[in-house]
């Protein structure tokens, strides 16, 4: 769904395709691609939602705007818990390894050279598959490359070099700056 103001949501609460209450909407960050559809947001789970579908974690859940049917006095999804449960403790192909994608959410992202680029919030999948990630950058970065500061980068699972505490990437600052102009240039 083409969400046109996607902070009046925030505080909402969501329910998923069953008419269950999963949470609320507590933070929403603005794609990279206007096309797909424009924003991700991140759930609170309630404490039921968070203990039966998502190994009672805190962490937000992520989604992005396909999978909302409609906003009303509720975010109505067009998911269920139990399908976006699938997709949260699926494995995520992360350079030539995988990793819980749960564990991924909030960790810091890093290029090779140890500098910082954000911090990883989400993804994007398609009939089960994870297409990019999605890396909120660090606030000095979206200065200085004169980005948005509510804007997630996208991150295919390829430039994944290695995750423990981090998520380190195998492309340099320079090199991802110049891939993102490249391919998403138009958007920020």
């Avoid at 067009?78 to 699926?90: E, F, G, I, M, P």
Wanted: glycine letters at 6%; aromatic letters at 18%; one cysteine or more.
């Amino acid at each position: 769904m083409m969400i046109k103001n996607s902070h009046e949501i925030i505080g909402k609460q969501v329910v998923d395709a069953d008419g269950t209450t999963i949470g609320t909407i507590d933070k929403c960050w603005k794609s990279w691609n206007e096309e797909y559809p424009g924003w991700f947001f991140g759930i609170k789970p309630n404490e039921a939602t968070r203990d039966t579908w998502f190994r009672g974690t805190h962490k937000l859940v992520p989604i992005y705007s396909d999978y909302i049917k409609e906003v009303t006095d509720y975010v109505v999804l067009n998911k269920t818990a139990s399908d976006l449960s699938r997709y949260w403790s699926k494995a995520a192909p992360c350079g030539s390894m995988y990793w819980p994608a749960d564990d991924l959410m909030e960790k810091p992202v890093y290029d090779k050279n140890y500098s910082r680029v954000g911090t990883f919030y989400g993804w994007v999948e398609t009939n089960g598959d994870y297409k990019y990630y999605g890396c909120f950058l660090d606030p000095y970065l979206a200065d200085t490359w004169n980005i948005p500061h509510d804007t997630i980068m996208p991150l295919p699972p390829t430039m994944i070099h290695h995750v423990f505490d981090t998520v380190t990437l195998d492309k340099t600052l320079d090199e991802l700056r110049e891939y993102w102009y490249k391919n998403y240039g138009k958007h920020y």
